[in-house]
């Protein structure tokens, strides 16, 4: 029984091994775009005297992920595979939480008095989408990741609020 065991943890069973070098393919990645959500910003000077000329800024903030996918019948340590996609696009890791950053829109604002400007701002993710290797690459990735590295944000319109 104990030869058994003992042959076990000599062939490795458990997935990689540790001291196993994680390569990810950041050059043939690619930029995919999530869904468009729009948000209203609302500028109110209904009870001002004088017109409102001033930067506006709206903030959203979100967490930068990965979502690890491994390839059929591959054992994956799904954790250090996020860890090194953090390091490719040089996000810091030092907290035990997500990194977090914020996106915001800047717009210039004109209001006239006695008025309210409803400003639509459109956010969108932006993703990447790659491959890893363990240890040395061998033209056959042992599997596939995907990266929130940022927001997307844009004014799309602005109206007076009826």
């Not at 950053?101 to 969108?124: K, S």
């Amino acid at each position: 029984m104990s030869a058994f065991l003992l042959l076990l943890l000599s062939l490795g069973c458990g997935g990689p091994s540790v001291d196993e070098t994680i390569v990810i393919n950041k050059d043939n990645d690619k930029e995919v775009l999530g869904a468009l959500t729009t948000e209203t910003f609302r500028v109110d000077n209904s009870t001002g005297t004088e017109p409102m000329t001033s930067d506006q800024t709206a903030l959203k903030q979100y967490t930068h992920r990965v979502e690890v996918i491994p390839a059929a019948g591959t054992a994956v340590d799904t954790d250090r595979v996020r860890t090194e996609v953090f390091l490719a696009y040089n996000i810091s890791t030092e907290s035990r939480e997500l990194p977090k950053d914020a996106a915001c829109a800047l717009t210039r604002v004109n209001v006239p008095p006695g008025n309210v400007y409803l400003y639509d701002i459109e956010w969108q993710e932006k993703w990447r989408e790659g491959t890893f290797d363990i240890g040395q690459p061998d033209g056959t990735p042992e599997g596939t990741y995907r990266f929130r590295e940022t927001l997307n944000c844009r004014i799309v319109g602005a109206r007076v609020e009826p």
